[in-house]
């Protein structure tokens, strides 16, 4: 068989089928393609003699069906590009299994092979570039069920800054979508934070690390003025006033609140 030769989808979709019965079976008969494909005996027949022309199958009336060496290889490449075609549509865009399954159906003979290795290619990157990974995938899965807000992308990207500092700083990454990460004018009078990230730029942000707001800090909200601005922060055993637009740039962990007196 030519290397060259091209199957209509109808032949690559029995010569599939015979493959699997083959597999299943060690032979294939008419009654068997038949009732797997779902089609009349004389359809199958008349598709066995053109793959019986190709050198793909070995086949004569009334004798059972198997492949060739040739049909065993185009068979099993059909069915690698089925199985690439499904799972990137399954695992990378989320797709329900039977949606799934009938599209992979309809574009493996669609699709060459540069852009099938394409699909390979980028499923891995996926799975194993540092800024994708299964989060990645089902952050996308999420967002095709609902629609996105620039809240929600803020606070993500405020997770994974989270989370790439804690790996810098040899900590443990906080759980997925932890809600212990705010922005210090967040936390309450008698709440305690660590600092994780420092945000602003040029001035602000060198005074508030020349205050002790660094990464790790452990602060203390100590009271706000009447109108909540500025806040009295405890830091360092130092008592320091901030802006609640200056407190709004520093991300913190926040921490148990400290038992009162009297309390257990």
């Known amino acids: ?11 690559e979709d029995y010569l599939e089928a015979i493959y699997y019965l083959v597999t299943e079976n060690r032979v294939a008969r008419v009654r068997d393609i038949s009732t797997r494909m779902g089609v009349n005996m004389s359809s199958v ?5 053109q793959l019986s022309s190709y050198n793909l199958v070995h086949y004569e009336p009334y004798e059972v069906i198997t492949l060739t060496e040739a049909g065993i290889a185009r068979a099993k490449e059909q069915v690698r ?3 690439i075609v499904k799972n990137f549509l399954l695992n990378v865009l989320s797709l329900d299994p039977a949606v799934a399954e009938d599209n992979a159906d309809r574009m493996e003979h669609a699709v060459d092979g540069e852009t099938l290795e394409r699909f390979v290619r980028f499923a891995e990157f996926v799975e194993k570039c540092p800024r994708g990974g299964r989060e990645w995938i089902e952050l996308f899965r999420q967002f095709c069920e609902r629609e996105a807000s620039n809240e929600q992308c803020e606070r993500c990207l405020r997770s994974c800054l989270e989370a790439i500092g804690r790996r810098q700083d040899g900590l443990k990454p906080m759980p997925e979508n932890s809600t212990d990460i705010v922005p ?7 709440e305690k934070g660590r600092v994780t990230k420092v945000g602003g730029q040029g001035p602000i942000r060198k005074k508030i690390v020349e205050m002790g707001m660094v990464r790790g800090t452990e602060v203390e909200v100590e009271k706000l003025a009447p109108l909540g601005d500025p806040m009295d922060i405890k830091v360092k055993g130092y008592h320091l006033s901030l802006r609640k637009e200056e407190a709004a740039g520093i991300l913190v962990e926040k921490l148990p609140r400290s038992p009162a007196k009297g309390e257990k």
């Open 184 to 190: 210090l004018s967040g936390l309450a009078p008698g």
């Open 45 to 49: 027949t008349g598709a066995l003699r």
């Open 81 to 83: 590009r089925h199985t």
């Open 1 to 11: 068989m030519p290397e060259s030769l091209v199957l209509s989808a109808s032949l």
